[in-house]
């Protein structure tokens, strides 16, 4: 399964590179937002911002990198959460424990994950054995029960990826909800032409993790 989420993935990138031209789906990596800081984790290169009890842990796609937050992080830091993104391997693990481990050794109480494709998966398979407050995934391309509270967010004609989100909505804990928009933009970078899900996104937050 976890090949043919990166095949997909793939298949996306180029698919937006035919539409809008390379630089859509580009491996290079851009500056992070103003107010974020560069910083190592575990070994990972990341980026944080803002500060608070709520660290939100970020895990990108197999053709993208940190950066692809990088729309995310003011809004997570603005609504007075830690909002932390960092590069992975996606041939191996993404190693989402170590992140968790930083956050809560540097004083998060609560923690989200944020996934997107490729990330979603790793985020819906590391929740249950870390414990986690709350789970937000773009484009999941794998059904998975969580008991956590989960956001699933995904573009209608993304291949079954609003298939999946809606039933793993279903078999999630209480307070879960399903966000799903027009198009076909896949993973993270529906926010780009849908921006109100970021809103959405910060409105759920708040409900369901405790400042």
């Not at 390379?22 to 560069?38: D, E, L, R, V």
């Not at 992975?88 to 930083?102: P, T």
């Not at 032409?193 to 759920?204: G, K, N, Q, S, Y």
């Amino acid at each position: 399964m976890r090949v043919a989420c990166r095949t997909r993935a793939v298949m996306v990138c180029l698919a937006l590179v035919a539409a809008v031209g390379f630089g859509a789906c580009s491996k290079g990596q851009s500056s992070p937002p103003n107010g974020a800081t560069k910083t190592t984790i575990a070994g990972h290169a990341a980026v944080q911002m803002g500060k608070g009890t709520t660290a939100i842990v970020m895990i990108h796609g197999a053709s993208t990198h940190k950066d692809s937050f990088n729309s995310l992080l003011p809004k997570i830091a603005a609504a007075g959460d830690w909002a932390i993104a960092y590069d992975y391997n996606s041939s191996g693990s993404a190693e989402v424990d170590k992140i968790v481990a930083f956050a809560r050794t540097h004083g998060a109480e609560h923690v989200v994950l944020i996934g997107s494709s490729l990330g979603a998966e790793h985020a819906l398979e590391s929740a249950g054995a870390l414990h986690v407050d709350a789970v937000v995934t773009f484009s999941s391309e794998v059904e998975r029960t969580v008991h956590e509270p989960l956001l699933a967010i995904a573009s209608e004609h993304d291949g079954s990826t609003a298939t999946y989100a809606a039933n793993n909505v279903t078999a999630a804990g209480p307070r879960s909800r399903l966000d799903v928009v027009s198009g076909s933009t896949h993973g993270i970078d529906l926010v780009h032409p849908h921006p109100e899900v970021m809103t959405r996104l910060i409105a759920w937050l708040s409900q369901v993790v405790p400042k």
